[in-house]
């Protein structure tokens, strides 16, 4: 299990907080990938925003958000 699958594995469509993906994933799969330390998580979350597969934003509270990108239809 990679830390990209985990990561993808808890994001959706809509637009969730860091912390509350950090819990999503929980701490054996933390451990087991190497993102118990928040910085790490947060900058794997950063990588897939820059890779184009997961869009931040910022919600009401100033809380940074996370989503999958959506996909245009195929062809």
Known sequence: MS????LLGVLGPEPTSTSELY????????????????AAFRAELARLSDSGRVE???DEDGATTWRL???PPAA
């Open 56 to 58: 931040s934003g910022t």
């Open 23 to 38: 819990e999503r994933v929980g701490y054996p799969a933390l451990v087991r990938v190497g993102l118990v330390g928040y």
């Open 3 to 6: 830390r990209e699958s985990v």
């Open 69 to 71: 990108r959506p996909q």
